[in-house]
Structure formats: C-alpha cells, structure tokens
C-alpha cells in the first residue's frame, strides 16, 4: 500500500518488509541503527532483542534494495552514519512502537477497505507480520529450531507455545514430511528396483 516516493513513502514500505522480512518485535526494528545493516551479496540485519542480546538475522535481496534507496532518499549510508537510527520519527531520534503500530493499522485499514475479503482477522498488529514470518518458516520446513534462534527466544518451549495457535499446519506440515521420507519396499536382490532408487539411500544399504 506505501507508495514508493518520497522520504516517507519510503520510510513505511521499508519498515513494513523489513518488519516481516526479519521477523522482528517493533522495539527491535525501533533500536535499529543504520551500521546494524548489511547490505552487501548476502544481506543481515543485527538486532538488539530482549536482555539486550544481540542476533543477525538474514534478509532478501529485496528488502536490502528498500533499505538502500530508503537511506539515499534520506541522504544517509552506513559508512558515514552508522550511530543514527534507521528509523527516525518527526519529533525523535528514533521512531516509537506506538507509530509502529499506528502505521500498520493505517495501511491494514486502507488495505480493508479495497480488498476486505483478504482479512481474517479482527485485529492487526506489528506482532502479526511476526507471527506469519514464524508460519510461513514452519509451512516451507524451516526446523523448530531455526525458528526459535530467528526469532530470538529464549527456549523452543517458547516457539511452541508460540505457535500452537496453527497446529492444524503444524500437523499438516509433518505428514507431509513423513510421506517424503518413507522408504518404498524393495527387493534388495533386484537390480532393475535398486537402480531407481537415489543414491543416498543405496547408500545406506551397505
């Protein structure tokens, strides 16, 4: 919904993808200082989470070109602007969870408003982009693991409980992993079955 124009503009198209790109909690993407960034062939960004520890977290090619032409509209690079915040708001030096989180409902309202039918929830907010970052790293097979060290908990404990709210794809997601790993019987005798088979498991047979 952001346009892509002028410094405000890019302002909001960069924090909302970057908002779910990272996965970040808004008061990490508000801490964000411009040398946190990495823009470079493989793209990170490092963010301050909860008792202050720290996390890189990895971040498309897309979003790193926001990023870039984001600061250039602003005048501002990492060498020479490290210590400013990304994310400056009109009266700060840094941009508040509450703008955070009136930027998102403005967008989510405008975007309501023409497609209503994409919206499932009755609220919205900048733990949503969060939340499905978590989902969609779940549905492509990202281990639970990787989850909780990306989203920055504490204990995969945490991850669980986080996102027990989707067991149905959480369920879905390991029967089709069980039917991607099953084994077809085979005569191990037979070489015309053998050969069909890939090279990892003929492996294993010896």
Known sequence: MPKHSGKSGYRDVTLLALLYDSG???QEICDIVIG????AKTSCIRLRGKGNKTREI????DVAKLMKKYMEERGKNIKDNRDEHLFPSQRSDKITTACIRNLV???????KSKNPKLFNEGNYSPHSFRHSKAIHMLEAGVPLIYIRNFLGHESIQTTEIYLRMHQSSVSKILKEKKSETTIPKTNESSTSENKDLPDFIKKTRY
């Open 24 to 26: 970040a909690r808004a």
């Open 36 to 39: 946190d960034a990495t823009i």
């Open 58 to 61: 990895p971040i498309s090619s």
């Open 105 to 111: 409902q403005k967008y989510v309202d405008e975007s």
